[in-house]
């Protein structure tokens, strides 16, 4: 794996940086994903691929800066990141819709 990754660092320290991570401000979905994914690979390198999948999956909803998309999205148990993504847009998009601006405000975020 190490070969595969070039990750000679240690599997505890990746898996406290995946631990800590949240979407900051700014960060699109799409790039808050990508880095979710990016620091499962090495987090969960000695586990399976599927394992790893779900763990970004969950972090991805929970930390997701839209809150109530990303409990939303929690509920619905996507299998993938871009599921997960999707899911949050069409959240978003929804809550936009019925609510109005009151939505416009918490899609910025």
Not at 42 to 67: H, M, N, T, W, Y
Not at 70 to 80: D, L, Q, S, W
Request: charge should be positive; glycine fraction near 4%.
């Amino acid at each position: 794996m190490e070969r595969r990754f070039g990750s000679k660092e240690l599997p505890e320290t990746s898996r406290a940086k995946f631990q800590q991570a949240t979407q900051q401000p700014g960060e699109t979905l799409e790039d808050w994903a990508d880095r979710v994914s990016t620091l499962a690979t090495p987090a969960f390198r000695d586990l399976p691929d599927q394992f790893g999948q779900r763990e970004a999956v969950s972090k991805f909803c929970q930390f997701c800066i839209d809150r109530e998309a990303g409990k939303h999205v929690c509920f619905e148990r996507p299998r993938t990141i871009q599921q997960a993504v999707d899911l949050v847009r069409h959240h978003q998009y929804v809550t936009q819709v019925v609510d109005g601006k009151k939505a416009k405000n918490m899609i910025k975020k």
